[in-house]
């Protein structure tokens, strides 16, 4: 298509980066990704990518490499970076590695795209966790999770009005990549905004003890291996279907001049929201197994309840979520059953080896 947009997609291999270049690329859009193929399953989902759009283009590269990110933004009308390293728990292992993918990889972007003649515009994906752990949202509990005491809180969630308080590696190096994207918007005159996500879950989400909790449990249930949980398993989160944030995306994309330089939380809202042991009830009544489960100690920047309040994004784009849990949920179980038909006997008994006993954050 002569006129449509030319976008590149930061860590496209990966989950949400997958889901959004399959919509794009449906709609005729030309597409670029920028994958390292780092993370376990980005493989798999490039290969199903590239089976269905031969017409995607693909670099294999690092945004710690500033060469390859020039490369890679040359002739984009717009960018979205997803493109990180995601777990808070890989954070505290290596804290450097996660500094220069999140924070030097992102001011790489920035500095390419600065660069560029006519600058693309960008949408960066933050998250949740810039907020830190949250010590003074009371919460009491009841019998599957918890619920905060401050009603207006719990009637709305948590506003963009919050204080940031950056905690664990990852949430440093997440924070301060959107304060730099934000800021080259202020300061340079870029086109940009920050999501600050919550639980996203849906397709192609190869789900771990790390990160993608989701996915991990109906991975685990459909493998019948134990998971570990850290905590009690009643803290709450809000959780968005991948499809849903597809359209924030765009909706963002397309208002991207009046929106430019604002951050916005994203997440499923006080409509979806679940605690952990409600998850595994939902699963277990979705699949008919039963998931073994155990507990531990409770971890570096977890919060007991983190809902998001979506009211600023959808009051400023008509979004609003469509998918409830239940169907989303069900989406993501037939999908982990028609992804398992598409892996030989020996990649099946790796699978699951690989989840047998791990462990789930949310």
């Not at 399953?41 to 490499?65: F, I, K, Q, T």
């Not at 204080?163 to 590696?169: A, I, K, V």
Request: proline share 4%; aromatic share 8%; net charge neutral.
């Amino acid at each position: 298509m002569a006129n449509a947009p030319r976008i590149l997609i930061t860590g496209g291999a990966g989950f949400v980066g997958t889901n959004l270049a399959k919509h794009l690329l449906a709609r005729g859009a030309n597409v670029r990704i920028l994958d390292a193929l780092m993370r376990s399953g980005s493989e798999r989902n490039l290969e199903w990518l590239a089976s269905r759009y031969p017409v995607l283009e693909v670099m294999r590269g690092d945004v710690r490499d500033r060469s390859v990110v020039t490369e890679a933004v040359a002739g984009i009308d717009h960018i979205f970076h997803l493109a990180a390293q995601v777990a808070v728990t890989s954070s505290l292992v290596e804290p450097r590695l996660d500094f220069e993918i999140n924070a030097l990889g992102t001011l790489n972007l920035l500095e390419a795209a600065r660069a560029c003649a006519k600058p693309p515009s960008i949408i960066f994906s933050s998250t949740n966790k810039v907020y830190g752990v949250l010590p003074d949202v009371q919460v009491r509990a009841s019998d599957k999770r918890y619920v905060p005491v401050d009603e207006t809180l719990r009637a709305n969630g948590i506003d963009e009005r919050r204080p940031l308080d950056f905690h664990s590696p990852y949430g440093c190096s997440k924070g301060a990549a959107e304060q730099y994207v934000l800021d080259y918007s202020r300061s340079f005159g870029l086109k940009a905004v920050v999501f600050r996500m919550s639980c996203i879950y849906g397709p192609h989400q190869h789900g771990n003890e790390d990160q993608g909790w989701v996915a991990h449990f109906v991975r685990s249930a459909a493998a019948d291996s134990p998971v570990t949980i850290y905590g009690d398993g009643k803290q709450v989160r809000d959780a968005l279907f991948v499809d849903d944030l597809v359209d924030a995306f765009e909706r963002a994309r397309e208002s991207i001049d009046r929106l430019s330089g604002q951050a916005f939380n994203l997440g499923g809202g006080v409509g979806s929201t679940v605690s952990l042991l409600e998850l595994i009830d939902h699963i277990e009544r979705l699949t008919g197994r039963r998931l073994r489960t155990s507990f531990d100690l409770w971890r570096v920047g977890d919060q007991r309840y983190y809902v998001s309040d979506v009211s600023r994004f959808s009051k400023a784009t008509g979004w609003h979520v469509r998918t409830n849990l239940e169907t989303g949920l069900k989406a993501l179980c037939e999908w982990f059953d028609i992804a398992t038909q598409r892996i030989d006997p020996a990649g099946t008994r790796r699978s699951r080896e690989e989840t047998a006993g791990r462990k789930a954050r949310p």
